[in-house]
């Protein structure tokens, strides 16, 4: 089907489509968008906190990320090894006026392959609804953004991590400490990240958690 987006002609592959703020929602486990320009960058979000998110030149192939054995770590494992720009959850294009052509998941699940001439989301379930845009960067994305809650959990939870605080330099006697801190506050979630273990890849509890951490404490307490 064609579609006149704010300016931009562009045609596209869905099981169905209607209007929506900022934009259009499609339908279908895998959507196919057509620019009506060779794009100049393609925005790349990230798997997780550690992953690229950037805008990146369509036209150069990823580098690998090596060893491989980091890829589970860093970025999901199938984004890294596709050899192609696939992003997780959300893409756009960058057209030559510097406006952003955006194709983003309303639901679980999907990744973003960008090319010069082609946007492609697809679910890796049953399938979904996306958000389709055109226009100033800040503007689609907000665009999207904003239809994210609505469609998913409706809020995030409240959440204390100890990564922010603390980075790495935890323990048991300190987190234990900071749990009563914390108390009297709406946390929903305490998170003990990173440091705790005695190593990545060795997930015992290191001699900072003299106590441990098994099953039985993680799930008590106040917010655990």
């Known amino acids: 089907m064609r579609l006149n987006l704010e300016g931009a002609e562009v045609f596209l592959r869905a099981e169905g489509l209607e209007e929506a703020p900022g934009g259009v929602r499609l339908w279908g486990r895998e959507v196919r968008v057509f620019p009506p320009f060779p794009a100049k960058g393609f925005f790349r979000h990230g798997w997780q906190s550690w992953s690229l998110?950037?805008?990146v030149d369509p036209a150069q192939a990823p580098t690998p990320l090596l060893p491989e054995a980091r890829r589970p770590q860093a970025d999901d494992p199938f984004l890294l090894e596709a050899g192609a720009w696939w992003g997780s959850g959300v893409g756009a294009l960058r057209g030559p006026d510097g406006r952003a052509l955006l194709l983003g998941a309303l639901d679980l699940g999907a990744r973003v392959l960008g090319r010069e001439d082609l946007l492609l989301g697809r679910y890796a379930g049953e399938g979904?609804?996306?958000?389709?845009a055109h226009g100033p960067e800040e503007e689609v994305f907000a665009a999207y953004a904003r239809l994210l809650p609505r469609r998913l959990s409706g809020r995030p939870p409240r959440v204390w991590c100890s990564w922010y605080g603390f980075y790495t330099r935890i323990g048991e006697d300190l987190l234990l400490r900071v749990l009563d801190?914390?108390?009297?506050?709406s946390f929903e979630v305490f998170q003990i990240d990173d440091g705790w273990q005695r190593?990545?890849?060795d997930w015992e509890?290191?001699?900072?958690?003299?106590?441990?951490?098994p099953s039985s404490r993680r799930g008590s307490g106040k917010g655990a």
Not at 128 to 132: P, T
Not at 181 to 185: D, I, L, P, S
Not at 205 to 213: A, I, K, L, Q, T
């Open 53 to 55: 998110a950037a805008w």
């Open 128 to 132: 979904g609804a996306w958000f389709l």
């Open 181 to 185: 801190e914390v108390a009297a506050f």
């Open 199 to 201: 190593a990545l890849g």
């Open 205 to 213: 509890p290191n001699d900072r958690s003299p106590g441990g951490w």
